[in-house]
Every structure is written in C-alpha cells, then in structure tokens.
C-alpha cells in the first residue's frame, strides 16, 4: 500500500505478515504506468517488480482496483473521513463543515466530525454544535488535543481500516495525530490572530499506523471546495433530507416549488442547501456553454445526472436569490479564512 507521495517517489508498505524481508520500499513508476499517466495515489494497493532488498528500492508495476478516491484531500481506498473542526481558533462554520461533508457524501465516503479545541469552548457552545451537527445525520466526537479530553474514546472508534484527515488549515488535523500517535511528532503551526487561520503547515498526504491497526493519513488543510453535483443529487446529500418522507413531487429540486415538503419542512440546513443548490445550477450551466473537452466531459456527467437538460434553463429565474445569497456567504468565506488552496 501506498503510505506518501514525494515528487516522484512512492513510500510503499509490503503487506505485514508477507514474509517480505524489509517493511517498506522506495518506488517509482514502470515506465508503462508513467506513459498511460495512470495516477498513483496515497492509499492505492499496488504491485512491485525489480525489487532491490537491499537498498530499499523498487518498482510499481500496476495499481489495483480500487474501491474509492476522495479527489480532496487526495486519497484512495479510504473508510472514512474524519472532517476536523475546531470549536473556537478558527471559529465553527457550520457553512464550510457542509461544504465537506457534501463532497464526501458525493463520494459515497462514510464521515465522522471531529470537533477540536474543546478547551477553548464553553460547554454550551460545545453542546450546541455537537447538537447541531447531530441534527444533520453525522456523528460527532469532540476532544482536546491539549488537555486529551476524548482522545482515547476516539483512538477507541477507530478500528482497523484506513481513515484520513480533512479539514480547514490550523483547526488541529496533525495535533490530532500527533495525540493518537505520541512518537509521531508532526510539525504543527499556529494560527494567524489576525485571521484566524491555519498557515498551511502540513504539505503532503501522508498515512500512519496506529497501534490498533488503522491507518490514518494525515493531510493539508483546505477550505476552497466546489460543489459540482447534478442539482437533482444534491438532496440526497443531506442525510436528513433522506430521512423526510420523500417529496410529493416527483424531480423537485425542494427550492421554491409550491408545496413542497422538504422546503415546508423548517430543517435547519435549507438554507445551506438552497446556497449549494444555487452552485450546482450555475456549474452545470457553465458546463453546457463550454466546449472543452474536459468539461464537455463533466458537463456530460451533470446531465445525464440530472435529468433532461431543459430543466436547467428553467429554474434560472427560480434561483435568483439563493444565487444573491451564495454570493454574498463567498464574500463572507473569503473574508474570515480562505486561504490559499492545495
Ligand atoms: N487550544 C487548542 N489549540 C490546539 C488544539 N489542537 C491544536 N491546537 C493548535 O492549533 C494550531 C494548528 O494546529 P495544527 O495541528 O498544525 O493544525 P492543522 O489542521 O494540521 O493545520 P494544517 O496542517 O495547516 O492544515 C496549533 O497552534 C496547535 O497548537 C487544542 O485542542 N486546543
Ligand atoms: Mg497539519
Ligand atoms: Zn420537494
């Protein structure tokens, strides 16, 4: 398995208990792989040819199926993702915890919110959020890596399987680690107090294993994160939406059609979902009017996801004001902590 990425070097783990004489090796790619440029990525299961025992060194000769790919953070074959948010420093946003979760959701990825610097947080802020993104359909597990609070109640959660990281930069992802893995010491960087915001300080991708087995991979901090599913997914997206007796209307998109139940529904989150919504109308449109090749490509996806492409054009009027809304909530993000991307 594929434990990091460094240029064009792959650190490889021989599965344990192959008999291999050494644990780890130092790959590049067969040429084949390089020319088809099949992407090799953290997570994958691999073969190795032309092994060199002795200096460590080898090949990757095929990259084996896999069964899942988060696009961000970069990773294959993981269970499940643990979206790390802080309490306070940088301040929740429960905006941008949608915006992940909906990602790994199209991804058909499980998710667990980590809430971090408990410490800083009242416990009424604390239960306010935990109820909060309990409401949406997820689990929650909120710990200190400062003081340890929850840590072995989470280190307890984590069976074996292959788990990564996703979060804003600076919430704690490598403290995290760093507290489920004590001889790890991972660089960990402050938080700017002007902005507060992380500074980027983890740069790659990379997985460790813990004493019960798992892996974890810890990964740079994000907060630039698109929502291109086909309008007519996006519900879906939104476990609690899932779990309202379905619409009356069939291929409703639950924006501002009359009488419908979702809409009527006074769940807390619509008004995230009319923002993201908003999103996925405007990018599908986009995709239909350019002609790339790559995006004509996408742009097929979105339609045959969403249906016939007469709806789109429709529900321009529709959206109008969620459009208005998203924007404005971008130039919010934009002013409280987007920082550069990866
Ligand atoms: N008060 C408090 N601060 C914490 C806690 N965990 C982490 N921090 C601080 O938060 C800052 C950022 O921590 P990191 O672990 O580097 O954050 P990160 O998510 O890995 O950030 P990137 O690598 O940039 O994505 C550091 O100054 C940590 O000391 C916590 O539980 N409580
Ligand atoms: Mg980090
Ligand atoms: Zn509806």
Redesign the pocket.
């Known amino acids: 398995m594929v434990l990091a990425q460094e240029a064009n070097y792959y650190r490889v783990r021989l599965d344990p208990g192959a008999g291999a004489p050494v644990d780890l090796l130092l790959c590049t790619r067969r040429a084949r792989l390089m020319k088809t440029k099949q992407p090799v990525y953290v997570g994958d299961r691999v073969l190795v040819t032309e092994v060199d025992w002795q200096g460590g060194r080898a090949a990757i000769s095929e990259v084996l199926p896999r069964q899942s790919l988060l696009v961000k953070p970069p990773i294959a074959n993981c269970n499940k993702v643990l979206v790390v948010f802080a309490l306070l420093e940088p301040a929740f946003d429960p905006v941008l915890l949608s915006r992940f979760l909906v990602c790994i959701e199209t991804e058909h990825l499980k998710a667990l919110v980590c809430l971090n610097k408990s410490d800083r947080a009242t416990s009424a802020l604390r239960l306010a959020v935990e109820l909060r993104v309990r409401g949406w359909g997820y689990g929650v597990c909120t710990v200190s890596t400062r003081t340890q609070d929850g840590i072995d109640e989470l280190a307890q959660s984590l069976d074996q399987g292959t788990f990564v990281l996703a979060g804003p930069s600076g919430v704690g992802k490598s403290s995290l680690l760093n507290a489920l893995h004590p001889g790890l010491k991972l660089r960990v960087g402050a938080v700017s107090n002007k902005l507060g915001r992380g500074k980027h300080t983890t740069r790659h991708v990379e997985l460790f294993a813990l004493e019960s087995g798992a892996l974890v991979a810890d990964a740079p901090g994000f907060s630039q994160l698109d929502i291109t599913c086909p309008p007519r997914d996006l519900a879906g997206y939104f476990p609690e939406f899932r779990s309202l007796s379905a619409?009356?209307?069939r291929d409703?998109?639950?924006g501002e059609?009359p009488g419908?139940?979702?809409?009527q529904s006074g769940l807390e989150r619509y008004e995230i979902y009319l923002t993201f919504l908003a999103e996925t109308i405007a990018h599908a449109r986009i995709l239909q009017r350019t002609g790339d090749p790559e995006e004509t490509l996408k742009a097929h996806r979105q339609v045959r996801g969403a249906g016939e492409k007469s709806t789109i054009p429709r529900l321009d009027a529709n959206y109008r004001k969620p459009s208005r809304r998203s924007q404005r909530q971008q130039i919010e993000r934009d002013g409280t902590g987007t920082e550069e991307d990866d």
């Open positions: 619409c009356q209307f409703c998109l639950h059609e419908c139940m979702v809409r």
